[in-house]
């Protein structure tokens, strides 16, 4: 037989599970909307690479930054996919995303200075801050990363990859 507290705790849950569901739905279209971004993102890639004209350096460096920031969407639809299976908030995909876009940005700087011919010295100056930032930012997302993997000990660190 239930009881009057048993009533008001049953609605009390209803606002709950109405309110999950409509996150469970909402992070689903994030995944879904990730990866029709990715997809976009890779055959323009391909398209500009097959038909772009210039010096094949700067179009191979092209393609590389298009494929890398598939790679980077693919990885935030995957880690937010995880997030829904297991209803926890994992941090280490995201720092590993945000060293990924880091090193993106490394590549893409260097780059420019290999392959940008001559540059202007306020050019050249920005290009080398860019680089420095991207280093810097790596850096402390390898160390947020350790600090996490110690913090967490090495045998949780290792069921993890």
Not at 87 to 111: Q, T
Request: glycine share 8%; aromatic share 6%; charged share 15%.
């Amino acid at each position: 037989m239930r009881t009057l507290r048993d009533a008001d705790a049953a609605t009390d849950q209803a606002p709950d599970r109405v309110l999950r569901w409509i996150i469970i739905i909402v992070e689903y279209a994030i995944v879904l909307s990730l990866l029709l971004v990715a997809g976009v993102v890779l055959v323009h890639t391909v398209y500009e690479f097959v038909r772009a004209q210039g010096p094949f350096s700067t179009i191979v460096i092209n393609a590389i930054d298009g494929i890398l920031v598939v790679v980077i969407l693919l990885d935030i639809a995957h880690t937010v996919f995880g997030r829904l299976r297991s209803s926890s908030f994992p941090v280490r995909p995201f720092l590993e995303i945000g060293i990924l876009a880091g090193v993106r940005d490394i590549l893409s700087a260097s780059a420019h200075l290999t392959l940008g011919g001559t540059l202007s010295h306020r050019d050249f100056t920005n290009t080398l801050t860019s680089l420095a930032f991207g280093v810097g930012v790596v850096v402390a997302l390898l160390a947020g990363l350790l600090l996490l993997r110690w913090s967490r000990g090495d045998a949780d660190a290792d069921a993890d990859g």
